[in-house]
């Protein structure tokens, strides 16, 4: 199936029913897009997180009231809802029950279930956008192709069961010639439970699927037209980067970019599919591609710059020359399921960041006073707030000579808390202050890609 295309589109390219319609006519302009993956309606599934956290019956009454807005803003512009009114209906009835349920008592598996609905709803809607265009479509519930474990919140992809799945469901519509409209972020585990894959996790659906199908590219529509230099709303000088490799992609995703997941890239990598990224709203502005193996390579490609950090500082004077004291501060991470990020060392400290990607809580949080506890038995804790990320990415920048030079004559004003220089050939991490962390951005953009 080498001809075909995955689309996916963003929230933002279906918060209403005006983007729904430009993204139903770049589908029908492409017909080797068969495959379509949609996330939520902006803004939907922040309230469905807040649903599914649990509380009081006013505050709950004021979520459920925006949900219906939103959804009732769009049926409200459709020809005739008549024929997907119901099943809106039924799906907001559900997570009425579902945020009650939550307000008693939460769980990963309940929190998962409710803000799986976001995708649902838009899916529906959808198809009836599409129809009303003249267009033919069969709605596909993802969950009986994506198989994964009971990693709530951050579910892992079963590769085996869902091939399986796909080539028995997915595979025969495509071959009738059939547009497909299914949603991304979810799947099902062994129990049929709904599971989801993390924030943002609609871009490795469709990376998914398209691996899974062999098709030839997979294109991401969003709101923006392509991957920029930086966040062109803290730089308006950042320039789009018309292609750039996978490698490069994924640090940028990883480091706070918010185009593209962090794990979208792993099926494309697998399969050497190429990503492009464009606006939904404007896709004759052209976008960017993601390949293998793109020309040029230059030093510096771009500027991420991830938020709302928190740093853990560990010491002891046990750690001098000896052995097993990061194994078991990194045993103990692994209990409570703490991945870390960025991580710098010294005879007797070590310093980290923690990684959040696909949780719905702050990095804090995820501090619980059990883990704070286990790990004062073998040293003291320390906890910064308040900070950011700033990651530069480019190619062989270990090796590249003067590249400390240009970033820290720069930066000379500026107090950089931890630094991760030469782990990785293709960014260097820089943790500071939050009210700093954009005019370091500006900063090393108007040295690095301005002059």
Same mark, same amino acid.
């Given at each position: 199936?080498?001809?075909l295309?995955?689309?996916?589109?963003?929230?933002?390219s279906?918060?209403?029913?005006?983007?729904?319609v430009?993204?139903?006519?770049?589908?029908?302009?492409?017909?080797n897009?068969?495959i379509?993956?949609l996330?939520?309606s902006?803004?939907?599934?922040?309230l469905?997180?807040?649903l599914a956290?649990?509380?009081?019956?006013?505050k709950r009454?004021?979520?459920?009231?925006?949900v219906r807005? $939103?959804?009732?803003?769009?049926l409200n512009?459709l020809?005739?809802?008549?024929?997907?009114r119901?099943e809106?209906?039924r799906l907001?009835e559900?997570?009425?029950?579902?945020?009650e349920?939550?307000?008693?008592?939460?769980?990963p598996?309940? #929190?998962?279930?409710?803000?799986?609905?976001?995708?649902?709803?838009?899916?529906? +809607?959808?198809?009836?956008?599409?129809r009303? *265009?003249?267009v033919?479509?069969t709605? *596909?519930?993802?969950?009986?192709?994506?198989?994964?474990?009971?990693?709530?919140?951050?579910a892992?992809?079963d590769d085996?069961?869902t *091939?399986?799945?796909?080539?028995?469901?997915l595979?025969?519509l495509?071959?009738? %010639?059939?547009?497909v +409209?299914?949603q991304?972020?979810?799947?099902?585990?062994?129990?049929?439970?709904?599971?989801?894959l993390?924030r943002g996790?609609?871009?490795?659906s469709?990376?998914?699927?398209?691996e899974?199908?062999e098709?030839k590219?997979v294109?991401?529509?969003?709101?923006v037209?392509?991957?920029?230099?930086? !966040?062109?709303?803290?730089?308006?000088q950042?320039?789009?980067?018309d292609?750039m490799s996978f490698?490069?992609?994924?640090?940028?995703a990883?480091f706070g970019?918010?185009?593209l997941?962090?794990a979208?890239?792993?099926?494309?990598v697998?399969?050497n599919?190429?990503?492009?990224?464009?606006?939904?709203?404007?896709?004759?502005?052209?976008?960017t591609?993601?390949?293998r193996?793109p020309?040029?390579r230059p030093t @510096?490609r771009?500027?991420?710059?991830?938020?709302?950090?928190?740093?853990l500082?560990?010491s002891?004077l046990?750690m001098l020359?000896a052995?097993?004291?990061?194994?078991k501060? @990194?045993?103990?991470?692994?209990?409570?399921k703490?991945?870390? !990020? #960025?991580?710098?060392?010294?005879?007797?400290s070590?310093a980290?960041? /923690?990684?959040k990607?696909?949780s719905t809580?702050?990095?804090?949080d995820l501090?619980?006073?059990d883990?704070?506890?286990?790990l004062?038995?073998i040293c003291t804790?320390?906890?910064?707030? %308040?900070?950011s *990320?700033v990651?530069?990415?480019?190619?062989?920048?270990?090796i590249?000579s003067?590249?400390?030079?240009? $970033? @820290?004559? #720069?930066?000379?004003n500026?107090? +950089?808390?931890?630094?991760?220089?030469?782990?990785?050939?293709?960014n260097?991490?820089? /943790?500071?202050y939050s009210?700093?962390?954009?005019?370091i951005?500006?900063?090393?953009?108007?040295?690095l890609?301005?002059?």
């Open positions: 199936m080498r001809n295309s995955v689309a996916k589109f963003g929230g933002t279906v918060a209403n029913h005006a983007a729904m430009a993204c139903a006519k770049i589908v029908t302009a492409d017909p897009t068969r379509v993956v996330s939520a902006a803004g939907i599934t922040n469905l997180v807040e956290a649990g509380c009081d019956e006013g009454e004021q979520l459920l009231v925006e807005r $939103i959804q009732e803003n769009i512009e020809a005739d809802a008549s024929l997907v119901p809106i209906e907001l559900s997570i009425k029950s579902l945020s349920a939550a307000s008693l008592a939460t769980s598996a309940l #929190t998962d279930e409710l803000i799986s609905h976001g995708e649902m709803m838009s899916t529906r +809607i959808f198809i009836q956008v599409l009303e *265009l003249n033919q479509a709605w *596909l519930d993802v969950r009986n192709l994506i198989a994964t474990n009971s990693n709530f919140g951050k892992a992809p085996e069961k *091939l399986k799945n796909s080539r028995l469901i595979k025969p495509i071959d009738h %010639g059939e547009l +409209i299914t991304g972020f979810i799947g099902r585990d062994e129990k049929g439970r709904t599971t989801t993390g996790g609609s871009d490795y469709a990376a998914l699927i398209a899974i199908l098709a590219d294109l991401i529509w969003t709101d037209a392509g991957i920029y230099t930086t !966040d062109p709303r803290v730089v308006p950042a320039r789009r980067i292609t490698a490069e992609a994924a640090e940028m990883t970019a918010k185009v997941h962090p979208t890239l792993l099926p494309a697998r399969s599919i190429p990503v492009y990224v464009g606006s939904s709203k404007a896709p004759q502005d052209g976008g591609w993601v390949t193996d020309q040029p @510096f771009a500027i991420a710059l991830r938020r709302d950090q928190t740093l500082t560990l002891s046990n020359h052995q097993g004291f990061l194994a501060v @990194f045993g103990i991470l692994a209990q409570h703490i991945s870390v !990020d #960025t991580i710098t060392t010294s005879e007797v070590i980290l960041t /923690l990684d990607t696909g809580s702050s990095a804090t501090l619980s006073r883990l704070l506890s286990q004062s038995e804790v320390k906890v910064d707030t %308040g900070l *990320l990651a530069l990415i480019g190619n062989d920048l270990h590249a003067g590249v400390a030079k240009r $970033i @820290f004559s #720069t930066l000379e500026y107090n +950089i808390r931890m630094i991760s220089y030469g782990a990785s050939t293709n260097i991490c820089m /943790l500071t009210e700093h962390a954009d005019d951005v500006r900063a090393l953009h108007k040295e890609f301005e002059n």
